[in-house]
């Protein structure tokens, strides 16, 4: 059964600085896997997805890579701003005729002025 | 930009009642999705839907659960006898295909509180 971890579980960093958010799983084979952004009350903001075939996706000041491997992925944040305090969740989806995704209980950040 | 609407935002009820939620997915979407979050905890997948039948569901989603697209934009979540247990946020999704290659679009999510 995939497990899906999330280190750390919370975050407090000043503005400006950059980060690494860690996701790990314990079953490589999957078929893909996503971030997204949870704001309090709210649901799921899409982030970046990650086909297994790819090794890494960026969007703007995010990026995000893939070890299937190591099962391994990190969300890179660069200058970090007040507006990115949210809980960050991966999911991954695993290969093989189901496609039920699996999510890690996240990673609370906390980006203060 | 499209977005993925839900209603009600809250809904209280009290044990043993159905609740429906309700959902409207992004127009052009095909697949729909319902997940739940238990406050605290993770998101914890509960079914997914397609062409008017059941494509997947996990095992939270037993016999008091059931979904249907009653018109061609809503898609809705019965719970026929909620439980306590059943309090949670639920969230719908949309996706313009399935095979989990593309993105999920959420909704906001409705939060259910079973007393």
């Known amino acids: 059964k995939q497990e899906v971890t999330q280190i750390p579980a919370a975050l407090s960093v000043p503005e400006g600085e950059n980060l690494v958010l860690n996701c790990s799983f314990t079953?490589?084979?999957?078929?893909?896997l996503q971030w997204f952004r949870q704001d309090p009350g709210k649901g799921l903001t899409s982030l970046l997805l990650?086909?297994?075939?790819?090794r890494e996706q960026t969007s703007g000041r995010l990026n995000a890579s893939l070890d299937k491997s190591s099962g391994r992925s990190t969300l890179y944040i660069a200058a970090s701003q007040p507006g990115d305090s949210a809980t960050y969740l991966c999911?991954?989806?695993?290969?093989?005729?189901?496609?039920?995704?699996?999510f890690g209980r996240g990673t609370s950040l906390i980006v203060h002025p | 930009e499209p977005e993925v609407t839900q209603t009600p935002s809250h809904q209280v009820t009290q044990m043993g009642q159905e609740v429906i939620l309700r959902c409207v997915p992004i127009?052009?979407?095909?697949?729909f999705y319902w997940y739940r979050q238990i406050l605290g905890q993770k998101v914890e997948f509960l079914v997914s839907?397609?062409?008017?039948?059941?494509?997947?569901k996990s095992e939270i989603f037993d016999d008091q659960f059931s979904v249907e697209r009653p018109d061609g934009s809503n898609f809705t979540l019965k719970i026929r006898s909620t439980k306590l247990e059943d309090s949670a946020m639920y969230f719908c999704?949309?996706?313009?295909?399935?095979?989990?290659?593309?993105?999920?679009?959420f909704g906001p999510g409705t939060r259910l509180t079973v007393l």
């Open positions: 999911a991954v989806r695993a290969s093989g005729g189901s496609y039920i995704p699996t």
């Open positions: 079953d490589s084979a999957i078929y893909n």
């Open positions: 999704a949309s996706s313009p295909m399935g095979t989990g290659r593309n993105e999920q679009f």
């Open positions: 990650i086909q297994s075939s790819q």
């Open positions: 127009s052009n979407h095909l697949y």
């Open positions: 839907f397609y062409n008017n039948e059941i494509s997947e």
